[in-house]
């Protein structure tokens, strides 16, 4: 069985995936999630909903997931982060969605969804072997010296 949506009707939060949360993890009503269509996910959402489109809120973001984590941080090269999140926003405007900008998406819109930044890069040989996700944008916390 694929991912579907879900919403909480009690707040309203939407989840993606198999199965809805057992409780809600923003108003911690219990066995609240029903299923819904994806006309009814984009109307609680509206036009503003989730929407992130400039260079500073991408960067922000990636930042924010980074410190976030014990394990990986973002790159400190500001160059690297200023080339990656223009090219993260062009495939935003050309493809529709915040895309790699080191892979090519396939066309197959299920499969393209593992090329959204920030990927599950933790499971990447590149990441495994160089302590780096595949374009350098999120890198190892401690990284070994050989
Ligand atoms: S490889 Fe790095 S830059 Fe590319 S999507 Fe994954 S996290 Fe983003
Ligand atoms: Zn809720």
Same mark, same amino acid.
């Given at each position: 069985?694929?991912?579907?949506?879900?919403?909480?009707?009690?707040?309203?939060?939407?989840?993606?995936?198999?199965?809805?949360?057992?409780?809600?993890?923003?108003?911690?009503?219990?066995?609240?999630?029903?299923? =819904? !269509?994806?006309?009814?996910?984009?109307?609680?959402?509206? @036009? #503003?909903?989730?929407?992130?489109?400039?260079? %500073?809120? $991408? =960067? !922000?973001?990636?930042?924010?997931?980074?410190?976030?984590? @014990? #394990?990986?941080?973002?790159?400190?090269?500001? %160059?690297? $982060?200023?080339?990656?999140?223009?090219?993260?926003?062009?495939?935003?405007?050309?493809?529709?969605?915040?895309?790699?900008?080191?892979?090519?998406?396939?066309?197959?819109?299920?499969?393209?969804?593992?090329?959204?930044?920030?990927?599950?890069?933790?499971?990447?040989?590149?990441?495994?072997?160089?302590g780096?996700?595949?374009?350098?944008?999120?890198?190892k916390?401690h990284k070994e010296v050989p």
């Amino acid at each position: 069985m694929g991912k579907r949506l879900w919403r909480c009707h009690v707040c309203n939060d939407l989840h993606y995936g198999i199965n809805p949360p057992e409780v809600c993890p923003t108003c911690g009503a219990k066995r609240a999630f029903m299923l =819904i !269509d994806h006309d009814e996910a984009l109307r609680i959402i509206g @036009p #503003e909903g989730g929407e992130i489109a400039t260079q %500073e809120t $991408v =960067i !922000d973001v990636w930042r924010r997931f980074g410190e976030q984590s @014990p #394990e990986f941080k973002l790159t400190e090269k500001g %160059e690297e $982060v200023d080339l990656l999140s223009k090219g993260v926003l062009e495939n935003r405007a050309i493809k529709g969605l915040k895309y790699c900008p080191c892979r090519i998406p396939t066309g197959d819109f299920q499969k393209d969804l593992n090329l959204i930044c920030p990927c599950n890069f933790l499971r990447q040989n590149a990441y495994k072997e160089t302590g780096e996700c595949w374009c350098g944008l999120f890198v190892k916390r401690h990284k070994e010296v050989p």
